[in-house]
């Protein structure tokens, strides 16, 4: 009866799971019903997902607004299935692994970061939201342990990442993995989150469900999408820190490119303040760049 009962269960939470996907705009839907796992999907399992710090060749200097989506989706996905807790996984260690950043100025970043998600956390009332550096366990016998048996030819990051889904899988009961991805249709050229679930299904198996994000908008029509965590000098785009002129920003850029879209990276924003309302409530009838300035102030303040 118990076994029976766990089928019906099962089959209840593909339902549910696959409605949410598929009727999520953040979300690219093909590869992300191509993704499931069917068998992976409990009601007592997490959710998890990883941020980076930097770029094959630049530290990020700050938080984008785009990295809310990420938070977002994954708090909609928890709320729908009734899962347990969100792991928002830091890659501090990582960005360490290329040797082209001080040590210091990693920890720095890596600390603004984890404050910044926890005040948004405590602001918002998000449950079950924990915030780890990679830092904080990757020193353990029991991620070594992991590690040792991640074989691949693939840069250190590379099997670090592998090595992480499966530490999460394994001490945090994770069933669920959310990533970005800059395109739908599957491609070697770029470098999404793919890279790294291609290797862990190679070395370790099919043991989770992937959902795959939309990328992060910049407002530069030359590079318009981009990671939803990193932003690097001089990149023109929306930031979740205190202080920022949303309003200001988006004006003087529409002046500029004179594209009343920004390319495109307006749609995206506004996918992402139609998902907190939903969430947290309306923001009420005030305009676009209003909202995206209180969402910051709320979850800054």
Not at 86 to 96: P, S, V, W
Not at 195 to 208: N, Q, W
Request: aromatic content about 8%.
């Amino acid at each position: 009866m118990r076994e029976r009962e766990k089928m019906m269960e099962n089959k209840d939470l593909l339902t549910i799971y696959k409605n949410i996907i598929q009727n999520e705009s953040l979300v690219e839907v093909r590869p992300s019903v191509e993704g499931i796992n069917p068998d992976s999907l409990t009601s007592d399992g997490s959710i998890y997902y990883g941020t980076g710090l930097c770029t094959a060749r630049e530290l990020s200097d700050a938080l984008p607004f785009d990295v809310l989506g990420m938070v977002l989706v994954a708090e909609k996905i928890r709320r729908g299935t009734g899962m347990k807790t969100i792991y928002h996984h830091i890659a501090d260690t990582h960005a360490k692994s290329n040797r082209l950043f001080k040590d210091e100025d990693v920890n720095y970043q890596a600390a603004s970061v984890k404050r910044t998600l926890e005040r948004m956390a405590k602001n918002l009332g998000i449950k079950n939201f924990e915030v780890l550096l990679a830092s904080e366990f990757d020193n353990s016998e029991e991620y070594a342990e992991i590690y040792r048996n991640i074989k691949t030819d693939k840069h250190e990051y590379v099997r670090r990442e592998v090595a992480d889904i499966e530490w999460y899988r394994n001490y945090k009961r994770v069933n669920v993995k959310l990533g970005w991805i800059i395109q739908a249709t599957e491609t070697d050229l770029g470098f999404d989150e793919r890279v790294f679930d291609r290797e862990y299904k190679t070395i370790v198996g099919e043991g989770l469900s992937f959902v795959y994000l939309k990328p992060g908008r910049t407002f530069d029509l030359s590079r318009p999408k981009v990671s939803p965590y990193i932003h690097v000098p001089g990149e023109a785009r929306i930031l979740l820190k205190a202080n920022e002129n949303v309003k200001a920003k988006i004006v003087e850029t529409e002046e500029r490119l004179g594209d009343k879209h920004l390319g495109g990276a307006r749609r995206h924003l506004a996918n992402i303040v139609r998902l907190y309302e939903k969430l947290f409530g309306s923001l009420g009838n005030i305009p676009f760049e209003d909202k995206i300035q209180t969402i910051i102030d709320n979850i800054t303040k």
